[in-house]
């Protein structure tokens, strides 16, 4: 153990040579007293357990104070230090930071109570509110975490289940969400070996026998790339990106795809000393191979909400083989490393947070915001699940600030984003200044302003159509509220807060617009058609999402809400209704004809690229064409006819691909299920 804290000593006076080092010196001793005599599962003195966290946390460049909290970590939960003893000998600071990761373990309801998810829930609010307060709780919590599924093989059988299972759906994605990707891609492998060890042996087993292929590959394409770098006078260095098994058996699952057709089997890193020299790099990957289209992502003019940076591109190799490029610079490539943790120790150990870590901890202190409505636990841990680990798109407001969602946001989404109350007016969107309705699915490097009005409530299938945790909550939480849902129970809370949110902001900075008769006669179809002149009734006050009918008067089209009890009592005359929808209401198939040459997994690609559109394949045929081609015929079903145009696009990045077609006679309206 002593060699231990050694180690540890020499990397924090690495990275902090001026601090003094009596408080970790203070620390160890404390805690190797308090834990005197303790045994890990593995049969070793419990205090190695405590140094290997404080370690970790050194390894990302945490603190000395952060460092002594994580030796200390345990005391409060395992021994008779009590929090007093902690504050009088070591500070508020150390003792607040060693309260909170224990507070984040204890659980203090009964066993036969509440059910499994409600007791993740539980453990997810308190890390959320931990976190909140001083984000170096989390980061303990994590690498605590991490130590323990380090040696989780010394555990039952059960108990490694049930913790790898959490490290998977919780802990591995906040890693992620902090930015920390080392601790993310160890956790991942981890849990995976535990839950799934035959895949976790088989995906192990390929990659030792291609390693001399693989690393002769890097090499040299590692050598080509420095020799062009420097011909373009960039000073960078060239290395082969680590291989997570846990990612490469995701995408062996999500795409149907074999090992060895997994890009990421083969992918270099280029580590740049400028953000021009990362642009300039990229041209020079692009001039040696030719780039796959669409694979291009820009990170550094728009990071990711963990503060990630970097461009990916993906070129095709002169062999066939298709390969990932990552670029950054030397910071960046910290950043990806040590994530939040690198912005909490930017001025050598300062604890003023810059405004990238604001932004980033602004998302955790949101989130816990609103989850405090998600009383229903498979509610809450099913919201945290999506946002942590769907991938994201990026879209702008009017103003040009770039706003992150989930693949397959829509407008409503993005209205719930920025204020509940915009979210419950929002009739539908400008998106690239054209209407679009509230199922619209965004997508990276749309404009959306917001259109709103004020007899506008949500819906109950307004449920179905946002993607968001946040969105999901304040819908139901309002819909209660109206009484159109029935209030639920939820054993972890005593008595339900009400979620705090800012004031409404001046509308001028919402970007949203309020919506006048004719912006909303734009969203509504009469016999299948747009553009009539319509009147919307005020007895009943129609609004996108209500089920509408039109009435021919002698005054024009009045339009009514079909279950407008007004309207049925006035008798109508039925020759004098109209069919009305609103737009987004009525949805339409169509067939694309796809013409593909002979190669393995191209359907298993069609499906991968055509995903993240959001459109419902309801058919799809095979059949056999001339010369060794072959024909697919994808039916779908969608309300936003100008998605054809984007799938038309992501189909022709597919290799194999030769024609897209459309067939336009099978074009057919229907009225929406549900």
Same mark, same amino acid.
């Given at each position: 153990?002593?060699?231990?804290?050694?180690?540890?000593?020499?990397?924090?006076?690495?990275?902090?040579?001026?601090?003094?080092?009596?408080?970790?010196?203070?620390?160890?001793?404390?805690?190797?007293?308090?834990?005197?005599?303790?045994?890990?599962?593995?049969?070793?003195?419990?205090?190695?357990?405590?140094?290997?966290?404080?370690?970790?946390?050194?390894?990302?460049?945490?603190?000395?104070?952060?460092?002594?909290?994580?030796?200390?970590?345990?005391?409060?939960?395992?021994?008779?230090?009590?929090? =007093?003893?902690?504050?009088?000998?070591?500070? &508020? +600071? $150390?003792?607040?930071? /060693?309260? #909170?990761?224990? @507070?984040?373990?204890?659980?203090?309801?009964?066993?036969?109570?509440?059910?499994?998810?409600?007791?993740?829930?539980?453990?997810?609010?308190?890390?959320?509110?931990?976190?909140?307060?001083?984000?170096?709780?989390?980061?303990?919590?994590?690498?605590?975490?991490?130590?323990?599924?380090?040696?989780?093989?010394?555990?039952?059988?059960?108990?490694?289940?049930?913790?790898?299972?959490?490290?998977?759906?919780?802990?591995?994605?906040?890693?992620?969400?902090?930015?920390?990707?080392?601790?993310?891609?160890?956790?991942?492998?981890?849990?995976?070996?535990?839950?799934?060890?035959?895949?976790?042996?088989?995906?192990?087993?390929?990659?030792?026998?291609?390693?001399?292929?693989?690393?002769?590959?890097?090499?040299?394409?590692?050598? =080509?790339?420095?020799?062009?770098?420097?011909? &373009? +006078? $960039?000073?960078?260095? /060239?290395? #082969?990106?680590? @291989?997570?098994?846990?990612?490469?058996?995701?995408?062996?699952?999500?795409?149907?795809?074999?090992?060895?057709?997994?890009?990421?089997?083969?992918?270099?890193?280029?580590?740049?000393?400028?953000?021009?020299?990362?642009?300039?790099?990229?041209?020079?990957?692009?001039?040696?191979?030719?780039?796959?289209?669409?694979?291009?992502?820009?990170?550094?003019?728009?990071?990711?909400?963990?503060?990630?940076?970097?461009?990916?591109?993906?070129?095709?190799?002169?062999?066939?083989?298709?390969?990932?490029?990552?670029?950054?610079?030397?910071?960046?490539?910290?950043?990806?490393?040590?994530?939040?943790?690198?912005?909490?120790?930017?001025?050598?150990?300062?604890?003023?947070?810059?405004?990238?870590?604001?932004?980033?901890?602004?998302?955790?202190?949101?989130?816990?915001?609103?989850?405090?409505?998600?009383?229903?636990?498979?509610?809450?841990?099913?919201?945290?699940?999506?946002?942590?680990?769907?991938?994201?798109?990026?879209?702008?407001?009017?103003?040009?600030?770039?706003?992150?969602?989930?693949?397959?946001?829509?407008?409503?989404?993005?209205?719930?984003?920025?204020?509940?109350?915009?979210?419950?007016?929002?009739?539908?969107?400008?998106?690239?200044?054209?209407?679009?309705?509230?199922?619209?699915?965004?997508?990276?490097?749309?404009?959306?302003?917001?259109?709103?009005?004020?007899?506008?409530?949500?819906?109950?299938?307004?449920?179905?159509?946002?993607?968001?945790?946040?969105?999901?909550?304040?819908?139901?939480?309002?819909?209660?509220?109206?009484?159109?849902?029935?209030?639920?129970?939820?054993?972890?809370?005593?008595?339900?807060?009400?979620?705090?949110?800012?004031?409404?902001?001046?509308?001028?900075?919402?970007?949203?617009?309020?919506?006048?008769?004719?912006?909303?006669?734009?969203?509504?179809?009469?016999?299948?058609?747009?553009?009539?002149?319509?009147?919307?009734?005020?007895?009943?006050?129609?609004?996108?999402?209500?089920?509408?009918?039109?009435?021919?008067?002698?005054?024009?089209?009045?339009?009514?809400?079909?279950?407008?009890?007004?309207?049925?009592?006035?008798?109508?005359?039925?020759?004098?209704?109209?069919?009305?929808?609103?737009?987004?209401?009525?949805?339409?198939?169509?067939?694309?004809?796809?013409?593909?040459?002979?190669?393995?997994?191209?359907?298993?690609?069609?499906?991968?690229?055509?995903?993240?559109?959001?459109?419902?394949?309801?058919?799809?045929?095979?059949?056999?064409?001339?010369?060794?081609?072959?024909?697919?015929?994808?039916?779908?079903?969608?309300?936003?006819?100008?998605?054809?145009?984007?799938?038309?696009?992501?189909?022709?990045?597919?290799?194999?691909?030769?024609?897209?077609?459309?067939?336009?006679?099978?074009?057919?309206?229907?009225?929406?299920?549900?």
């Amino acid at each position: 153990m002593r060699e231990s804290f050694i180690k540890l000593q020499k990397q924090l006076k690495k990275r902090f040579p001026d601090t003094d080092p009596s408080v970790l010196r203070e620390a160890y001793r404390r805690a190797d007293k308090a834990h005197k005599g303790q045994l890990r599962s593995s049969g070793e003195p419990y205090i190695l357990h405590p140094l290997m966290v404080a370690q970790i946390l050194a390894g990302i460049g945490m603190d000395p104070i952060t460092c002594a909290a994580g030796i200390l970590h345990d005391v409060l939960e395992d021994t008779d230090v009590t929090f =007093a003893d902690l504050k009088a000998d070591f500070g &508020a +600071e $150390i003792a607040g930071l /060693v309260e #909170g990761v224990t @507070k984040i373990g204890g659980l203090t309801f009964a066993e036969q109570e509440v059910s499994a998810e409600a007791k993740q829930a539980n453990n997810i609010r308190k890390m959320l509110v931990a976190t909140a307060k001083d984000v170096r709780v989390i980061i303990i919590k994590l690498a605590d975490r991490l130590h323990n599924m380090r040696t989780i093989e010394y555990l039952p059988e059960a108990k490694r289940r049930r913790i790898a299972r959490e490290t998977l759906d919780v802990y591995a994605p906040l890693a992620h969400r902090l930015g920390v990707s080392a601790w993310k891609w160890e956790l991942e492998d981890h849990a995976f070996h535990t839950l799934m060890p035959e895949e976790y042996k088989e995906i192990s087993r390929q990659l030792a026998m291609r390693r001399r292929d693989r690393e002769h590959f890097i090499n040299e394409t590692a050598a =080509a790339l420095e020799r062009s770098l420097r011909e &373009a +006078e $960039i000073d960078a260095r /060239v290395i #082969g990106r680590p @291989k997570h098994l846990y990612s490469i058996y995701r995408k062996m699952v999500e795409h149907g795809k074999d090992f060895h057709e997994v890009m990421d089997l083969h992918g270099v890193r280029i580590i740049t000393q400028t953000p021009g020299d990362c642009y300039n790099a990229l041209g020079v990957v692009h001039a040696l191979w030719t780039p796959v289209p669409g694979r291009m992502k820009d990170y550094i003019a728009m990071p990711k909400l963990n503060m990630y940076q970097a461009l990916h591109t993906t070129v095709m190799r002169e062999i066939g083989r298709p390969m990932e490029v990552q670029i950054r610079t030397e910071e960046m490539d910290r950043l990806a490393r040590e994530g939040i943790a690198a912005h909490w120790t930017y001025k050598e150990g300062a604890k003023a947070s810059d405004a990238k870590m604001d932004k980033q901890l602004s998302w955790f202190r949101q989130m816990y915001e609103w989850l405090k409505d998600a009383h229903a636990p498979e509610e809450l841990v099913e919201s945290m699940q999506r946002d942590f680990t769907v991938s994201n798109i990026y879209v702008f407001t009017p103003k040009g600030e770039v706003k992150e969602l989930p693949r397959g946001a829509t407008p409503l989404d993005y209205a719930y984003m920025i204020h509940s109350d915009i979210g419950h007016h929002c009739i539908g969107a400008k998106v690239n200044g054209r209407m679009v309705p509230l199922r619209y699915h965004l997508q990276t490097g749309d404009v959306v302003e917001v259109l709103q009005s004020k007899n506008q409530r949500p819906h109950l299938d307004w449920v179905d159509i946002v993607v968001t945790g946040r969105a999901r909550t304040r819908i139901r939480q309002h819909l209660r509220e109206l009484g159109m849902l029935d209030p639920i129970h939820d054993p972890m809370v005593k008595a339900p807060e009400a979620a705090a949110e800012p004031a409404p902001m001046r509308r001028e900075r919402l970007d949203v617009a309020p919506v006048d008769e004719s912006t909303r006669a734009k969203l509504l179809r009469v016999d299948g058609e747009s553009g009539y002149e319509v009147k919307f009734a005020k007895c009943c006050h129609p609004m996108p999402g209500h089920p509408v009918v039109g009435y021919m008067t002698k005054l024009g089209m009045s339009i009514h809400r079909a279950d407008c009890k007004s309207f049925a009592k006035s008798k109508p005359d039925p020759d004098r209704i109209h069919a009305a929808s609103w737009d987004g209401d009525e949805e339409f198939e169509q067939t694309v004809r796809v013409r593909v040459g002979a190669r393995p997994n191209v359907l298993a690609d069609i499906t991968a690229v055509l995903r993240p559109i959001n459109v419902d394949i309801v058919r799809a045929e095979y059949r056999p064409g001339e010369e060794g081609s072959s024909y697919f015929d994808f039916t779908f079903r969608t309300s936003d006819t100008s998605q054809m145009p984007r799938i038309a696009r992501a189909l022709r990045t597919v290799a194999g691909v030769q024609k897209i077609g459309s067939l336009p006679e099978e074009v057919v309206p229907f009225a929406r299920v549900g």
